[in-house]
Nanobody
Framework: QLVESGGGSVQAGGSLRLSCAAS????????MGWFRQVPGKSRDGVAA????????YYADSVKGRFTVSRDNAKNTLYLQLNSLRTEDAAMYYC??????WGQGTQVTVS
């Protein structure tokens, strides 16, 4: 099970921190990541982290602005969103390899 939180409405240039709480079983996955989707478009990868060694990957459009991290003690994945742009507005989903998706959290940028 994956439960996202932290979305909201911010002005361009602002910041948000998304959280994804995972059950212990789900957190045993090898890779977790964040995706985003706007209506009528595909769900695109934003950032990912390998749980074994902490290696991270980012879409070119968010490099230098977003940071993915994890807290193993809390079974939680994070996505720090800085310098937000209007084009970052979307529903953000957490995913765990082999375990599916969360319900999403909405990010609005004006």
């Amino acid at each position: 099970q994956l439960v996202e939180s932290g979305g909201g409405s911010v002005q361009a240039g602002g910041s948000l921190r998304l959280s994804c709480a995972a059950s212990g079983y789900t957190y045993s996955t090898t890779c977790m990541g964040w995706f985003r989707q706007v209506p009528g478009k595909s769900r695109d990868g934003v950032a990912a982290i390998y749980m074994t060694d902490g290696h991270t990957y980012y879409a070119d459009s968010v490099k230098g602005r977003f940071t993915v991290s994890r807290d193993n003690a809390k079974n939680t994945l994070y996505l720090q969103l800085n310098s937000l742009r209007t084009e970052d507005a979307a529903m953000y989903y957490c995913a765990a390899l082999g375990y599916g998706w969360g319900q999403g959290t909405q990010v609005t940028v004006s």
